[in-house]
Nanobody, 121 residues
Framework: QVQLVESGGGLVQPGGSLRLSCAPS????????QAWYREVLGKPRESVAY???????RYASSVEGRFTISRDNAKNTVYLQMNNVRPEDTAIYYC???????????????WGQGTQVTVSS
């Protein structure tokens, strides 16, 4: 079992920046795809940024050019750099990883517990 722990959420003014981090709480054998999603009460969870193991990152059109997803492979950590944030970016942000807990386990989808981001003046 892999537990993902997010950090970095909070209150930020419009036009400001915030960086979210997501790391496994314990050892993990292998991590493939990593991504960030967000959810607003009453709406479906939506994909924000997606980072395959090989290939270019992909972004929702609403955040393209403002958000950047990256990873530190040595730490198995994924980041979401959020610049020029807008009130409509307010949501709970969840990290996602397709990961293999041990060398003998099957890869599974894992989610973080969510971190609140509020954009307001």
């Amino acid at each position: 079992q892999v537990q993902l722990v997010e950090s970095g959420g909070g209150l930020v003014q419009p036009g400001g920046s915030l960086r979210l981090s997501c790391a496994p709480s314990g050892k993990v054998f292998n991590i493939g795809v990593q991504a960030w999603y967000r959810e607003v009460l009453g709406k479906p969870r939506e994909s924000v940024a997606y980072l395959p193991l090989d290939g270019a990152a992909r972004y929702a059109s609403s955040v393209e050019g403002r958000f950047t997803i990256s990873r530190d492979n040595a730490k198995n950590t994924v980041y979401l750099q959020m610049n020029n944030v807008r009130p409509e970016d307010t949501a709970i942000y969840y990290c996602y990883a397709y990961a293999q807990a041990t060398s003998t386990s099957s890869p599974l989808s894992y989610w973080g517990q969510g971190t609140q981001v509020t954009v307001s003046s």
